[in-house]
T-cell receptor
């Protein structure tokens, strides 16, 4: 139990579907992240939220839409995805956004395996 | 262009021996380095870190070494145990530019410790 919970753990969706990934952190952290882990690629940072405000969007296609209603919850809304978007999506949190802290321990959830068919 | 490289996708070590996982980086503005460990079907978990002002950090069986001139860091696990079998990710933090503070990850090295 890392304190970061993601649902669903597995999701299969068609290219015309709309679905959402949910993340909840129970650590009292101020920053939350979405990462993408594709096969044979490094972990890619997608979005960073600090105190519910988006501070970074790493050139992610608009078919991925994040939402952070409060500092404990983070969503990733998915719409008209492509098969190449199939990957493991990892949510993470940290006490503050990295440049505000000397350390940078990020706590990850277990991930949501997404398959786009 | 990969800024953090883990050139060995896999490593196999006998139980009780030393495991050495390597990581190279290209950005001299990285100021903090971390190792994460990932079991199948789980998210990565933080293992150990080192600031760029140090060259060694030790925590139990895990030691991270940093060679700034070579832009190289390594994670030593000794003695290795079967439970250490996992994928190990090297990560670096940039203190410069638009991505200031964010972590950049390597592709990972899968460690297998054989009994």
């Amino acid at each position: 139990e890392t304190g970061v919970t993601q649902t669903p753990r597995h999701l299969v969706m068609g290219m015309t579907n709309k679905k959402s990934l949910k993340c909840e952190q129970h650590l009292g952290h101020n920053a939350m992240y979405w990462y993408k882990q594709s096969a044979k690629k490094p972990l890619e940072l997608m979005f960073v939220y600090s105190l519910e405000e988006r501070v970074e969007n790493n050139s992610v296609p608009s078919r991925f839409s994040p939402e952070c209603p409060n500092s404990s919850h983070l969503f990733l809304h998915l719409h008209t995805l492509q098969p190449e978007d199939s990957a493991l999506y990892l949510c993470a949190s940290s006490q503050d956004i990295p440049k505000q802290s000397s350390g940078n321990t990020i706590y990850f959830g277990e991930g949501s395996w997404l398959t786009v068919v | 262009d990969q800024q953090v490289k883990q050139n060995s996708p896999s490593l196999s070590v006998q139980e009780g021996r030393i495991s050495i996982l390597n990581c190279d980086y290209t950005n001299s503005m990285f100021d903090y380095f971390l190792w994460y460990k990932k079991y199948p079907a789980e998210g990565p978990t933080f293992l150990i870190s080192i600031s760029s002002i140090k060259d060694k950090n030790e925590d139990g069986r895990f030691t991270v070494f940093l060679n700034k001139s070579a832009k190289h860091l390594s994670l030593h696990i000794v003695p290795s145990q079967p439970g250490d079998s996992a994928v190990y990710f090297c990560a670096a933090r940039s203190n410069y530019g638009g991505s200031q503070g964010n972590l950049i990850f390597g592709k990972g090295t899968k460690l297998s410790v054989k009994p």
